[in-house]
Structure formats: C-alpha cells, structure tokens
C-alpha cells in the first residue's frame, strides 16, 4: 500500500470492521476521523482540537442532511464514551446534558432498537452505525468542497495536512 494516505487508511479500515460486524472499532475510528477532521479546520494558532471544535464541525459537516436524529453533544458524548471506555457512559450522559446513544448494525434497525429503548429510558438514543458511517464519508466530501471553495480554510488544512502520517513502504 504504498503512498496510501492517513484517510484512506481510515475509510479502509472503517470499511474492513463494518464488514467483519466489528461495530466497536467501526465507532472507535469513526470518532477518531471526526477528531482529525475538526483539527485539520483549525485556526493556524490553535493546536490541539477541542470538544467545541468537534461539536461545530459535526454541526457543519456531519448532521445537516444526515437524517441521524441526535445531536452533536450527543455525538461527542458518544465519542468520549467509546474512546475512553469503550462503554455508552460519558460525563455528559451522567449529567444528563446529552443521550446515550446506543448502536444497532447489521440486520438490526435503529428504529426498533429505539422503541425497546423508548420503553426502558426516554433519554437513549439509538443510531445507525451504517447510518453514521455514510454520514461521516458524506461529512468528508462536503468538508472537500469547502477547501476548494475557501482559499483560506484550503491554506490551513494543507499545512496541517503535512503533518498527518502518510503509509510510505520502500520497494525490495
């Protein structure tokens, strides 16, 4: 694979987890994706991504036409939980300032996980990982646009872009 970039890598990768039902991991990069992305859009002073840095660029990107019905402290929130404990747990979940989400895939809907859960506690969410995956690809793609569209945005993502590891293999 050599000359594959960081994001290919990453679409990849999300791809190959889906496929294998590895839903955990499929969030875990999805996330992880959402991160870099809001980091690649930052101001040129600002380096280190924030949760209001996430937040706003799943505001702009993610949601809008995504038909996924949370919200992006939802998602956030959903993000701390799985990178940080693998679980649905969160700050914001125990302070009741976002939902837990909850993940169907696979043969499973969203919808009829929402109505088991609607049954339990008002508070959960369920989302579609497929659903998310399609919406963060899409996310990417409108993100694309707008580096082509603003000059200055395209100039900081480029810098950043530098940085990002970049699978180099030499020949034998």
């Known amino acids: 694979m050599a000359g594959v970039n960081a994001f290919q ?13 590895l839903a955990l991991p499929t969030l875990a990069l999805v996330y992880s994706g959402i991160d870099t992305m809001a980091w690649l859009g ?19 990107y993610l949601l809008p036409g995504s038909g996924l019905g949370c919200a992006a402290l939802d998602l956030y929130s959903a993000r701390c939980g799985v990178l940080h404990s693998m679980s649905a747990e969160s700050r914001a979940v ?5 939902k837990r989400l909850l993940y169907a895939w696979g043969n499973h809907k969203a919808e009829d996980l929402q109505r088991m ?10 989302v579609q990982v497929e659903a998310l995956v ?3 690809r899409s996310a990417i793609s409108t993100f694309a646009g707008d580096l082509e569209r603003d000059a200055s945005l395209g100039k900081r993502v480029d810098a950043r872009l530098r940085r990002v590891f970049e699978n180099t293999q030499l020949e034998r």
Do not use: Y
């Not at 380096?47 to 799943?58: L, R």
């Not at 125990?94 to 976002?98: E, L, N, T, V, Y």
């Not at 859960?117 to 369920?126: E, G, K, R, W």
């Open 134 to 136: 399609r919406a963060f």
């Open 94 to 98: 125990r302070r009741g300032a976002a």
């Open 42 to 60: 930052l101001p040129d002073e600002q380096h280190d991504v924030t949760g209001e840095d996430f937040i706003q660029w799943v505001d702009r």
């Open 117 to 126: 859960a609607d049954l339990v506690d008002p508070s959960i969410m369920a």
């Open 9 to 21: 890598e990453l679409t990849l990768a999300i791809d190959v987890c889906l496929e294998k039902g």
